[in-house]
């Protein structure tokens, strides 16, 4: 007999996806689909984007976002070129954020939402994007963050591995959305801080801004029911900014930004 967490989470399960491959290119449009026609969800999306776009710079080189398959970034930044690991209906092309395909200083950034943590080996990412972004541009990303709230949520209620203790800043790949490890973007940026800054000295940690203790939890993501009607978003947001005064502790999700310079005496950002 499944437990009552089990059995819940196959309750709350979206209809739309339920028991698909999630490493098949039809589950991404579903999920597509899914992110336009939940208004709760739709709304932290529309969010994330308008953070992400505040935080390229000017200038006339193409941004490149990752893993744009079930998303709609292009709607907020100009220009935006998408890319995802599997042939999607909607995306410009198939790109592998180990192995970006494009000249060197030829992009004003990468962003991206949810995807470094699906990236199996991180350094080849940022090696890569340390080669392809010019100086001046950034990584700007929205990814889960390690907390004493989001270590219960991810690991409970989450289907994604979600390890802060893992050793390495990879993991094996057994499919290119499935791989995973939620826990990957703090490793590298927060407990491995000082590791990334002498191994990557051309980026520049701007910003870390924890944020999102509950929204998204309601919103069910794109793989389960909302909990929340739309228009309880503002009230939500509300209950969010009161939480604030507890810290950093109470968030699920951290915006990013890293600066791309070849000046490795420039002051390091702060944790938000």
């Known amino acids: 007999m499944p437990s009552p967490l089990l059995a819940t989470k196959r309750l709350l399960a979206h209809p739309l996806t339920r028991g698909l491959d999630i490493d098949d290119p039809w589950t991404t449009a579903l999920r597509r ?61 198939v790109a592998d954020g180990q192995a970006l395909p494009f000249a060197a200083g030829a992009l004003r950034g990468v962003v991206m939402v949810e995807v470094l943590h699906h990236i199996p080996d991180a350094g080849q990412f940022f090696a890569a994007a340390g080669r392809c972004v010019a100086p001046g541009g950034v990584i700007a990303m929205v990814e889960p963050w390690v907390t004493a709230w989001s270590k219960q949520v991810y690991t409970r209620l989450h289907h994604e591995p979600f390890e802060p203790d893992a050793v390495d800043w990879g993991f094996s790949s057994s499919g290119p959305l499935s791989s995973a490890n939620g826990a990957l ?85 702060q944790i938000v």
Not at 238 to 255: H, K, Y
Request: aromatic share 12%; proline share 8%; hydrophobic share 40%.
């Open 33 to 93: 689909r899914i992110i336009r026609e939940k208004p709760f969800l739709k709304k932290i999306y529309r969010e994330w984007y308008a953070l992400i776009a505040s935080a390229v710079p000017g200038g006339n080189r193409p941004i490149l976002e990752l893993g744009s398959g079930a998303g709609f970034m292009d709607e907020f930044i100009h220009g935006l070129v998408t890319s995802d690991v599997l042939a999607c209906p909607g995306v410009h092309m």
């Open 185 to 269: 973007p703090w490793i590298i940026l927060e407990r491995d801080r000082e590791k990334f800054e002498q191994r990557f000295p051309q980026w520049r940690i701007e910003t870390i801004k924890p944020l999102m203790p509950l929204r998204y939890l309601l919103s069910g993501g794109v793989s389960m029911r909302s909990l929340q009607p739309g228009w309880s978003f503002g009230f939500w947001k509300t209950v969010e900014s009161a939480l604030n005064r507890f810290g950093p502790d109470a968030s699920m999700f951290a915006f990013i930004v890293l600066r791309r310079t070849d000046h490795d005496s420039q002051p390091h950002g």
